[in-house]
């Protein structure tokens, strides 16, 4: 049977290393695809990992999660993707190793996946960070399905230029504040005006701007949506809660929500990824949970 609403979710697999040993699999793009699999959808996440020990842990995780592998590419030359995470007193710095697998996603085999059942394409700015990937990226996006941007600046592997050649063209985006600022050249005193400025320069559909503990907004050609923070009772930490977001957005786009009721289910998700360890879970019960109090509302 054809899924009429499948996503296409295109960039990196990769794992956060910690000094002592600790490797916890995610990669913005994961962890979207991820979630959006523990909703109910049939995502196809492209990427590619190693011939490593990694790589298998990437493909028994999607195994065991019921996710399609069939966009996961093997390289047999180039590890699979590691971030190195360095703790400094309360706080942590990181370094995004370059010249991994994920850098070199080959583009025809990218484009064989892109069929009627595809809905929409997802991916961030990372993954446009070397030649191979960001080719088969721009092959990816002139098919012309419907584009979901997701901002992440991570210095060194962006440049103000290269982010605007991935906006151009984009029919969705969503970025945080922090990066609003930069991208915009704005102010933090006017995000709404600054957002609203920047929507209409691209000629996006929809941005979406979160902002931590401030809640989130959502500005349309027509319409201004904010969204309230959803308290977090017990925070054991915020990793990965800007992809929780992304994958309700992305749940809202396909099942065509109302945008607010999108925004505050959205925040609702990433408060509830606040509460556990890490950006994924595979604890069914959190997705049911919540898919069936939204189904009630």
């Given amino acids: 049977m054809i899924n009429p609403a499948r996503a296409i979710i295109f960039g990196e697999a990769l794992f956060d290393t910690f000094p002592d040993g600790t490797a916890v699999l995610g990669g913005a793009p994961f962890n979207v695809a991820w979630h959006l699999q523990g909703f109910g959808l049939t995502p196809l996440f492209i990427s590619r990992v190693g011939s490593d020990a990694r790589a298998e842990q990437v493909l028994d995780a999607m195994t065991g999660w019921g996710m399609d592998l069939a966009g996961v590419q093997r390289d047999s030359t180039r590890p699979t993707g590691v971030v190195q995470i360095q703790l400094q007193g309360k706080g942590h710095s990181f370094d995004i190793v370059p010249d991994q697998a994920y ?16 809905a929409l394409l997802y991916h961030g700015s990372l993954i446009a960070r070397a030649p191979g990937s960001r080719q088969a990226l721009e092959r990816l996006r002139a098919a012309g399905l419907p ?18 050649v991935i906006l151009q063209g984009a029919r969705w985006v969503k970025l945080n504040d922090e990066e609003l600022v930069v991208l915009s050249g704005g102010t933090r005193t006017d995000q709404i005006g600054v957002a609203q400025s920047m929507r209409a320069h691209y000629g996006l559909a929809m941005l979406v701007v979160t902002r931590g503990a401030g809640g989130a907004f959502i500005t349309t050609a027509d319409d201004l949506m904010q969204g309230s923070p959803v308290t ?46 890490g950006a994924t879970t595979t604890d069914r019960n959190l997705y049911s949970s919540h898919l069936q109090r939204w189904q009630h509302e």
Wanted: charged fraction near 20%.
């Fill in 103 to 118: 850098d070199h996603i080959d583009a025809d085999a990218a484009l064989g996946h892109i069929g009627d059942d595809s």
């Fill in 147 to 164: 584009t979901f941007v997701d901002i992440n600046l991570r210095a060194p592997w962006w440049d103000e230029q290269s982010v605007k």
């Fill in 232 to 277: 977090v009772d017990v925070l054991v930490d915020t990793v990965g809660a800007g992809d929780a977001f992304s994958s309700v957005v992305i749940l809202g786009l396909i099942h065509d929500w109302p945008l607010g009721q999108t925004l505050q289910r959205a925040l609702e998700f990433a408060a509830a990824i606040c509460r556990i360890r």
